[in-house]
């Protein structure tokens, strides 16, 4: 009896053994088995990546500069990519200093030809970073109390505070802030120092202050995934009263200007989270002459000259034009005058120089 009972334990042992095999060979194979089945290597594929955004990106180690396309490989599995790939942004903070920034993932095919990417959508945080423009004369320092705090300074993909304290005139240096701190940072020229005054600052957010002599003013202030776009700017006008309607043509007269000058300056609405530091000041002035021979009718001119100005203080202007057109019906005056302020290229050249600082 028991060699007969070891004899049928036998038998339904190897039973079961064979029952159970295939399904543990197919999980072997990479199928799918369920939510723990990890995709197997296949080969690699090319991909048209097409970066519209500002910022130069790399995929898998494989760079595409900003706005523009390029080809890269990437490898395939035999179902979709498992996480798919990160995008990683490089957002720059000043002309030496990037931020490289995980953005977007996206999951592609090996059959896919091409992707686009976009501007980034930066769900981590990456920290505020304050820019400091020197406009004096001597080195300065940032300085939070008695502690002096060293600028920013790259090391491979990493930023660390580890570079200078003390930078010369005409240098922009970055550093990393705490919203904690905002309200404590001083700037040392010498024995003299000068407060700077930043809003609540917020995570993801760049800050740009400008220093001289007479006072460190902030002059930008933005999402990090909005660096590099066009700084925004209010319509201000100065002079005579005008109605809407006027005022809409000196408007025209000025977007275009903006466009045929690929001007980096918007006059749009910006979106809440964006202030506005800069403005267009237009000033229009006309004086109506009685008849005189030999038209023997009204004559009117019209002096218009425009201004761009950042924190109230102008920094670019432009000379001022006299229009005169015979009657006394201002239209074709300020039409001619906003003609002037749109082919006004050496204008829009001096704006551009402001806006990429």
Do not use: W
């Not at 320092?141 to 200078?164: K, V």
């Not at 005054?197 to 002059?219: G, H």
């Not at 964006?274 to 004086?287: A, D, R």
């Amino acid at each position: 009896m028991k060699k007969h009972s070891v004899f049928q334990y036998f038998t339904l042992t190897v039973l079961l053994l064979l029952f159970f095999a295939p399904s543990c060979s197919t999980a072997g194979r990479g199928q799918d088995s369920g939510s723990n089945s990890i995709p197997q290597y296949d080969r690699d594929f090319s991909i048209v990546v097409i970066n519209n955004s500002n910022y130069d990106i790399s995929i898998n180690n494989q760079r595409v500069p900003a706005d523009s396309r390029g080809t890269v490989r990437l490898p395939a599995y035999e179902n979709e990519l498992t996480g798919g790939f990160d995008i990683m942004y490089e957002i720059p903070l000043s002309d030496s200093i990037s931020l490289l920034c995980r953005g977007d993932n996206k999951k592609l095919r090996s059959d896919q030809k091409e992707v686009e990417i976009d501007k980034p959508v930066l769900t981590d945080g990456f920290g505020s970073y304050l820019v400091v423009v020197n406009r004096g004369k001597n080195s300065i320092t940032l300085a939070r109390g008695n502690a002096r705090i060293p600028t920013l300074e790259r090391q491979g993909n990493y930023l660390t505070s580890g570079g200078q304290y003390e930078f010369s005139p005409g240098v922009k240096a970055v550093y990393r802030i705490h919203p904690d701190n905002a309200d404590q940072f001083e700037i040392e020229d010498g024995q003299k120092r000068t407060a700077v005054i930043l809003p609540q600052t917020r995570d993801n957010y760049l800050y740009k202050v400008e220093y001289s002599p007479q006072s460190a003013v902030l002059f930008d202030a933005r999402p990090l995934a909005m660096i590099g776009e066009p700084i925004y700017a209010a319509v201000e006008f100065r002079g005579r009263s005008l109605s809407d309607a006027e005022k809409n043509i000196f408007i025209q007269g000025l977007q275009r200007g903006i466009q045929n000058n690929n001007a980096l300056v918007q006059i749009t609405p910006p979106p809440p989270e964006v202030q506005i530091f800069h403005s267009f000041v237009i000033t229009v002035n006309t004086m109506i002459r009685p008849p005189s021979p030999p038209a023997n009718t009204e004559l009117i001119q019209c002096d218009v000259s425009i201004a761009f100005a950042r924190n109230g203080t102008t920094v670019q202007q432009s000379e001022q034009k006299r229009i005169s057109e015979l009657g006394s019906y201002t239209d074709r005056a300020f039409s001619l005058a906003a003609n002037f302020i749109r082919d006004n290229g050496a204008f829009f050249q001096g704006v551009n120089e402001i806006a990429a600082q």
